[in-house]
T-cell receptor, first 110, second 116 residues
Framework: EDQVTQSPEALRLQEGESSSLNCSYT??????LFWYRQDPGKGPEFLFT???AGEEKEKERLKATLTKKESFLHITAPKPEDSATYLC???????????FGGGTRVLVKP | GAGVSQSPSNKVTEKGKDVELRCDPI?????LYWYRQRLGQGLEFLIY????????KSGLPSDRFSAERTGESVSTLTIQRTQQEDSAVYLC??????????????FGSGTQLSVL
């Protein structure tokens, strides 16, 4: 069974304090690893897809990286508007569903 | 166009009653997913529809849960004889299939279900 574990569960940062979120996964044949952002009361919003180890994707202050066992979401010089829950998910090569981790709640204080 | 629309946004029901949740996907999206999110937790897969193919029902937690989709349009998730443990946010998502769009799901804002 596919498993996704995210750490830490919660992260409090000062504005401008860079940090990284971890997503460890086990999946039988990875088709893709995905990062989503979720704001309170809303559905998740797609950020990145990573397909193979060594791949990196960037968007504004966010950078996602992938190895064979884990992915990192780096937040550089965060701003209060980066406060959200960040969700990691995997999809296996022979499947349709995305398996999500429990998420990391990020709070950026001004 | 409009995003994924879910209704109702909130539903309060009594234990033992049946409820029906509705999802309007983005026009042209062939794939549709239902997920459940309990308070403070990640998303739990329920069911997946793709065009006219047989749905993947592997995530439905019990036979009290069922879902339908007509073609590539509206989907309904029905929970019969609701229990308190069914209380959660039910999220619907749609996507285009195909390389480059894989895994890019567009989610609705969900239906918050509370079973008293």
């Amino acid at each position: 069974e596919d498993q996704v574990t995210q750490s830490p569960e919660a992260l409090r940062l000062q504005e401008g304090e860079s940090s990284s979120l971890n997503c460890s996964y086990t999946v039988s044949g990875l088709r893709g690893l995905f990062w989503y952002r979720q704001d309170p009361g809303k559905g998740p919003e797609f950020l990145f897809t990573l397909y193979s180890a060594g791949e990196e994707k960037e968007k504004e202050r966010l950078k996602a990286t992938l190895t064979k066992k884990e992915s990192f979401l780096h937040i550089t010089a965060p701003k209060p508007e980066d406060s959200a829950t960040y969700l990691c998910a995997v999809q296996r090569a022979a499947g349709n569903k995305l398996t999500f981790g429990g998420g990391t709640r990020v709070l950026v204080k001004p | 166009g409009a995003g994924v629309s879910q209704s109702p946004s909130n539903k309060v029901t009594e234990k033992g009653k049946d409820v029906e949740l509705r999802c309007d996907p983005i026009s042209g999206h062939t794939a549709l997913y239902w997920y459940r999110q309990r308070l403070g937790q990640g998303l739990e897969f329920l069911i997946y529809f793709q065009g006219n193919s047989a749905p993947d029902k592997s995530g439905l937690p019990s036979d009290r849960f069922s879902a339908e989709r007509t073609g590539e349009s509206v989907s309904t998730l029905t929970i019969q004889r609701t229990q308190q443990e069914d209380s959660a946010v039910y999220l619907c998502a749609s996507s285009l299939e195909g390389t480059g769009k894989m895994g890019k799901l567009f989610f609705g804002s969900g239906t918050q279900l509370s079973v008293l």
